[in-house]
């Protein structure tokens, strides 16, 4: 049974991933969240995502999370566009999720559902009119776009009509990234460097091209975009949210979980090429008290989880591809204790998250107790899905 | 015959921008007349619009028309919709600046080098459409 359920698991991963990798040109609207951490998009996330979370302990789940504003816009595609895109912040700013909770047998063990909603999101750049001017002021950027902008009038003046148009489309090629620097006709290249020796604000940008033909101005506008978002990203995030689990055989609830979390990146414009992050989880947790009769939410127990997440990029495309979290753990119980139990516990904890594609991320979680020396181990896998693929293209 | 074509003056001579290096060979500008700039009432010239649009984020962008390397006409925009150049003729260019947090689509409404509509990743908007 546990083979073909990971035969099942590997199989429906495989074709999550498909997509992925037969686009050549991902949909870049649904790649906004590609360069975001696992842990981020574990506390929030923008379109949808399918969990397996403790697949090799007794309770596993199925878990689906999503957003009111992936399924609008899924129906109408209209909802992509700005205004309206602007105006849905608040949708997409909620999270719901439903789960089946699956015992050793992987029979169904109980229902699961919950809904949280970003309280504070400033890592939104693509409502954020911040940081669109944040781009436009970026010195590197003002002298690519100067650039543009002086050779459009030098291509309107260039007779006869057949150079002119042999010209302009060499210079689209260059500037979508098809061509380097060095790829282009000589004539163009010294029009160029040219152009931009005799204009004092992009003067600079000469020197780069003399000393650098392999220079590429589509990549380089794409990296200065993506260090500014990447910084941007490391914004803060709160959200707040409330999980409720029911009986196997009973449509009452059985565990109540209201919670808050906190993430926020701690080297912020830092040249280091990793990323820190700070994370803080607390959370009341209300359960049924055995020892009374009949099936309450008597017996509560809060927690409070900070932590830091150690965030390893590649060099090139900035991607994380390996996540280290450390946290440390404390719970207390606020209600009647059982026989033999300790009204507070602490935990050290560590959760190792490798991406195995672009969005398919498998989450090891160690939990230590100190006191008692016992040491568990959690296998989670998440992928997130870019689902509105489709509905970005009817538009 | 001969005579005449050494007599005949000389077509106006093009003038190269200037560059620190001498061997450069740089794109050549004509000469520009009183009437050369002048699109009001010309029979070729036609209104133009350049339609953004952006998808799955904001954006802001600005559109310039040259003619004959002159600035003619400059516009801006920071959401989806339209700008029109009302007198345009063949071998202008529109210079599209800008940036976009999502997807956005420029639409040149005529024919244009390169070919429109152009789809912009999110990042920087920059083009440059010769018009046919």
Known sequence: ?395 | MAKSAKNKKPASRARSIPTSNAKTKTMTIPELSANALVAEGAPHSKPVDVTFTFIGGIGQATAVLFRKGVLINMQSISNTGSVTFSEVQSSDVISVNGVCTGKAQVTVSTTTTPASPKTFNPGLMMANFLIK
């Not at chain 1, 609207?29 to 697949?55: E, M, W």
């Not at chain 1, 020892?291 to 060099?315: C, H, M, Q, W, Y």
């Open chain 1, 1 to 395: 049974m546990t083979a073909k359920f990971s035969g099942l698991v590997l199989l429906i991963l495989l074709c999550l991933s498909f997509p992925a990798t037969a686009q050549k040109k991902p949909n870049p609207i649904l790649t906004a969240d590609s360069l975001a951490t696992g842990n981020y998009k574990d506390v929030l996330n923008s379109f949808f995502q399918l969990a397996f979370d403790q697949l090799a302990s007794p309770d596993k789940e199925v878990r689906f999370t999503g957003t009111p504003f992936a399924v609008m816009a899924k129906l109408d595609s209209t909802f992509l566009l700005d205004k309206k895109y602007l105006e849905s912040k608040t949708l997409r700013r909620i999270n719901y999720q439903f789960a089946l909770r699956l015992d050793t047998a992987f029979k169904f063990n109980g229902f699961s559902s919950g809904i949280k909603y970003a309280l504070i999101n400033k890592r939104d750049e693509t409502v954020s009119q911040a940081f669109l001017d944040m781009v436009l002021a970026d010195t590197l950027a003002q002298q690519l776009l100067t650039l543009n902008t002086i050779i459009g009038g030098k291509i309107s003046a260039i007779s006869p009509a057949d150079v002119q148009d042999k010209i302009a489309a060499e210079y689209d090629a260059f500037v979508t990234g098809a061509k380097n620097f060095g790829g282009l006709s000589q004539q163009l290249q010294d029009t160029i460097l040219a152009v931009m020796r005799a204009n004092g604000n992009i003067s600079k940008l000469a020197g780069i091209l003399v000393n650098n033909k392999q220079f590429n101005m589509a990549k380089t506008a794409d990296s200065v975009y993506q260090d500014l978002k990447a910084n941007f990203n490391k914004n803060a995030l709160l959200t707040i949210g409330v999980t409720d689990t029911t009986y196997r055989d009973q449509f009452v609830f059985s565990n109540v979980v209201f919670q808050a979390e906190f993430l926020k990146g701690v080297n912020k414009y830092a040249k280091s090429r990793n990323d820190l992050e700070f994370n803080a989880r607390a959370a009341l947790q209300l359960v049924d008290d055995t020892l009374n009769a009949g099936r309450d939410l008597k017996r509560a127990l809060f927690s409070i989880e900070p932590a830091f997440n150690l965030v390893f990029k590649t060099r090139t495309t900035q991607k994380s591809y390996l996540e280290l979290k450390f946290s440390t753990a404390y719970y207390r119980n606020v209600s009647t204790l059982y026989v033999g139990e300790e009204r507070d516990r602490f935990f050290l904890n560590g959760t190792i998250r490798v991406r195995i594609m672009n969005d398919i991320w498998v989450p090891f979680e160690i939990k230590y107790d100190p006191k008692n020396g016992n040491l568990f181990g959690f296998l989670n896998v998440r992928a997130n899905f870019r689902a509105l693929a489709g509905a970005a293209k009817q538009l």
